[in-house]
């Protein structure tokens, strides 16, 4: 009989599982110290960061310190200054019933976890759930994208010079790699990556009841009604589309514009574009030449059913920003996440055509609306279903420490960012203290008698 062979980062985890024991006994001051270890390390060292980003995505320096290093440096502070407010006992109301009784939640850490990140957001969005890791008291093995390697490796820096290998490590490698790690009983995974490959994630937890954190994508819609100053939408749909060359899970897959405004929207976004990206050196790549090439057959196929393209402006050695019209259900740009710089933009006359359009299909990671409308704002939030919703920004929402993220469904499972990451990383087990002795709950121990039995329809009644 052929023997299976041992999966190579068997004997890891448990060296971590064993550091996650001792760390549950960790002060909160030592979660600190290493979290600002860790802002410390990324603010000095931002031009090593500007360099490995760069030669990934040939992402900007300026774009880089405020979409990825701001963010993640304004997670770490507000990790600092609350980790001991969120893990701190949570008292729970005990009610006349539990008379006697003191109940508490109390976060303790989840123990070893795995975070698979995403090549898009290289540093963002490997280091984000690690800071929620290390706040949480959890030991973590971290698999970057082998798509990034410039960051991975200076993520795996990073994590050397501060951790011990036994409580954090970067393991770098590829689909196999992942594959081994996700048949290993973690007691986490925090997954951010695409629906599909979300569902291949949850399938390997299931086998080891691991517990999971899906920030998945999907496709986020964005609404400009004809209340809208469409000025004020196009200057900032266009940040939040092209940031990236479009390679954004929040960025706005598609568009609908009211007709009244669709002229005048289209012609004040050509204008921002030309405005913002007219230097190419401001605009990021696409990551490789197969994810380029999956864009332009999401294009041809559009055009060969009847799109058209428009084309703003052209940059030399980039994919340019592109706006498609007359788009159709039919189109695999309307079926599939687009992930790039191709923004389809469809007209409509009713709102409820659009809130019906979003109702049959699955839900989005984020949704955008741009109104005056107290009344449309109120009718998008209140019969439509998103992960988060932004009026009148557009992915704004992300870097906001303060603000929980997370999908719904086919866009994601769990919550990310400040308190809510480190309640993902954390078990926040119930805790009951009875007095010794006497307790109420011996008026309804067997036997029963008339007087019990009184009692406990006493019970059932009114409380």
């Known amino acids: 009989m052929t023997q299976k ?37 990324v603010y000095q060292n931002r031009s090593l960061l500007h360099q490995a ?35 701190a006992p949570k008292p729970v109301e005990s009610g006349l019933t539990f008379l006697g009784t003191y109940s508490y939640v109390q976060a303790e850490p989840m123990g070893s976890t795995l975070i698979i990140a995403p090549w898009n957001y290289p540093l963002l969005l490997t280091l984000g759930p690690l800071v929620s890791a290390v706040a949480a ?23 050397s010079e501060l951790f011990d290998p036994d409580e954090i490590c970067v393991i770098e490698g590829e689909v196999t790699t992942t594959t081994q790690l996700l048949e290993l009983p973690f007691d986490h995974i925090f997954f951010t990556g695409s629906p599909t490959v979300g569902k291949i ?36 749909v266009c940040w939040a589309k092209w940031t990236n060359a479009g390679q954004t899970c929040v960025a706005p897959d598609y568009l609908f514009v009211h007709v009244k405004k669709k002229e005048q929207f289209l012609e004040c976004l050509e204008n921002e574009l030309i405005h913002r990206y007219d230097d190419v050196c401001d605009y990021t790549h696409i990551i490789n030449d ?61 709102l409820e055509e659009v809130i019906q359009y979003l109702n049959h299909r699955p839900k989005p990671l984020a949704l955008y609306l741009f109104t005056t409308s107290k009344a449309n704002q109120r009718r998008v939030l209140t019969e439509t279903s998103s992960g988060t919703a932004v009026i009148n920004d557009a992915v704004l929402h992300f870097g906001h420490p303060h603000l929980q993220v997370g999908g719904v469904n086919n866009s994601g499972l769990g919550k990310a960012h400040g308190e809510a990451g480190f309640r993902a990383f954390s078990h ?36």
């Not at 980003?53 to 304004?74: M, Q, S």
């Not at 010794?436 to 036997?447: D, E, K, N, Q, S």
């Open 53 to 87: 980003v760069f030669e990934d995505l040939h992402k900007p320096a300026a774009e880089l310190d405020v979409t990825e290093i701001y963010p993640l440096l304004a997670e770490l502070r507000h990790a600092i200054h609350r980790v001991k407010r969120w893990a």
């Open 137 to 159: 008291g959890d030991t973590a093995v971290v698999k970057p994208s082998e798509m990034s390697a410039a960051t991975s490796a200076i993520i795996s820096r990073m994590v």
């Open 5 to 41: 062979p041992t999966n190579p980062y068997l004997d890891l985890l448990s060296r971590h599982k064993a550091t996650a024991r001792k760390l549950k006994s960790e002060p909160i001051e030592g979660r600190k110290k290493k979290l600002k270890a860790m802002r410390r390390w």
């Open 428 to 463: 926040e087990k119930s805790v009951l203290r009875q007095r010794r002795g006497y307790t109420i709950a011996r008026l309804v121990y067997p036997p029963y008698n008339s007087f019990k039995i009184k009692l406990i329809d006493i019970l059932l009644k009114y409380f």
């Open 290 to 350: 197969k994810h380029e090439q999956r864009l332009k057959d999401l294009l041809s196929d559009a055009e060969q059913k009847g799109a058209k393209t428009f084309e703003p402006l052209e940059l030399v050695g980039r994919m340019s920003p592109k706006l498609v019209l007359e788009v159709t259900d039919d189109m695999r740009l309307m079926q599939e996440e687009i992930f790039g710089p191709i923004l389809p933009v469809l007209v409509y006359e009713d």
């Open 201 to 236: 994630v949850m399938t390997a937890a299931a086998k080891n009841l691991t517990a999971v954190t899906l920030e998945l994508g999907g496709k986020s819609p964005t609404i400009v009604d004809e209340t809208a100053d469409v000025h004020d939408a196009a200057r900032k």
